[in-house]
């Protein structure tokens, strides 16, 4: 198995890389502007992801839970709450449901205290994420990153 590191910033608060993608933030520093070459866009009051490079994101009626993402729907477990497919990636949680644990084949590794994940395991040889996977897993993660 190979792993691909995900790397923090300074303080440890937000991510800046995954693997050799580079994340690029906004002037203060608080929002993500760029994944890799991909341009990430919100909407006008800036608080939600609107667009991950030519994939934009679809939320419901409420405009709180993202339904689709470009063109592949994204599911949930039964109570709404959870994610549960990013198109053709299914996501797991641990047996206490708090944390993501795979998304499609890539399994998130969690630092020392379980809170923040610190690198992703890939089946194979390559660590080598190709973009659909970096788009699922960014998606994710930037999910998780809201909610805490």
């Known amino acids: 198995m190979a792993t691909v590191e995900l790397h923090y910033g300074a303080f440890g608060a937000r991510?800046?890389?995954i693997g050799q993608v580079d994340i690029d933030y906004d002037r203060l520093g608080s929002r993500p502007r760029r994944l890799g070459h991909l341009e990430l866009s919100y909407d006008r009051r800036g608080t939600r992801?609107?667009?991950i490079g030519p994939m934009d994101i679809e939320y419901d009626r409420l405009g709180v839970r993202p339904r689709a993402l470009g063109t592949w729907t994204l599911e949930y477990d039964r109570f709404g709450s959870r994610?549960?497919?990013v198109g053709p990636f299914a996501?797991?949680?641990d047996r206490l449901g708090a944390r993501v644990r795979t998304v499609g084949q890539m399994t998130i590794d969690?630092?020392?205290l379980g809170s923040r994940p610190r690198g992703v395991r890939l089946p194979g040889a390559h660590a080598v994420l190709g973009e659909d996977q970096l788009v699922a897993l960014f998606f994710v993660l930037h999910?998780?990153?809201m909610e805490e």
Do not use: A, G, N, Q
Request: aromatic residues 16%; neutral net charge; hydrophobic residues 30%.
């Open 15 to 17: 991510l800046e890389r």
């Open 49 to 51: 992801l609107y667009s």
């Open 83 to 85: 994610l549960t497919h």
């Open 91 to 93: 996501v797991t949680y």
């Open 110 to 112: 969690y630092d020392r």
């Open 143 to 145: 999910r998780i990153e």
